[in-house]
T-cell receptor, first 112, second 111 residues
């Protein structure tokens, strides 16, 4: 079944640790996105990609980085986690010629 | 710039009541419009969409009509269920590769 996956679903980690949030999709979509969702529900685009070897910064400045080495995989990395990084992170993908995005279940990150 | 404005929540209804969640937009050109739903602890799911003026998107009893004259895309359902309790997001694409989301409206349905 074509889908979009995120792991882990929940992560509690201490300050200063390096973390990678995984996102994979089996839909063959070219475009992929990372959003940060604050407790007030608002969504902020932090990174996106048009395809392999393409990465762009989103509308909200973020200390995280992303890579796109394979079409289906779009991991997000924080080199040194801080409590201000505590949030829900949502990954999404979209077909090249279309605008609707399909979302993964999210990763809830807590940095203590 | 382009933007989406949604009514603030929470919207609290009894089961079988009629639902309207208002959404208006500001955009140049002819955007595509979407409603997404987010159930507790999950990601967003595409609920319905409309790509041109006067289009009606519908799914699972929900519907919304793309009204260019009033720049609106209000979400409606004739009879809500407890299982419809969720956060609803209106969004637009101005035919770039990004979606612009509203701030979300929480719906609570009580038996």
């Amino acid at each position: 079944e074509a889908d979009i996956y995120q792991t882990p679903r929940y992560l509690v980690i201490g300050t200063g640790k390096k973390i990678t949030l995984e996102c994979s999709q089996t839909m063959g979509h070219d475009k992929m996105y990372w959003y940060q969702q604050d407790p007030g529900m608002e969504l902020h685009l932090i990174h996106y990609s048009y395809g392999v070897n393409s990465t762009e910064k989103g509308d909200l400045s973020s200390e995280s980085t992303v890579s796109r080495i394979r079409t289906e995989h779009f991991p997000l990395t924080l080199e040194s986690a801080r409590p201000s990084h505590t949030s829900q992170y949502l990954c999404a993908s979209s077909e090249f010629a279309y605008y609707e995005q399909y979302f993964g279940p999210g990763t809830r990150l807590t940095v203590t | 710039g382009n933007s989406v404005t949604q009514m603030e929540g929470p919207v609290t209804l009894s089961e079988e009541a009629f639902l309207t969640i208002n959404c208006t937009y500001t955009a140049t050109g002819y955007p595509s419009l979407f409603w997404y739903v987010q159930y507790p602890g999950e990601g967003l799911q595409l609920l319905l969409k409309a790509t041109k003026a006067d289009d009606k998107g519908s799914n699972k009893g929900f519907e919304a009509t793309y009204r260019k004259e009033t720049t609106s895309f209000h979400l409606e359902k004739g009879s809500v269920q407890v299982s419809d309790s969720a956060v609803y997001f209106c969004a637009l694409s101005d035919n770039t590769d990004k979606l612009i989301f509203g701030t979300g409206t929480r719906l609570q349905v009580f038996p």
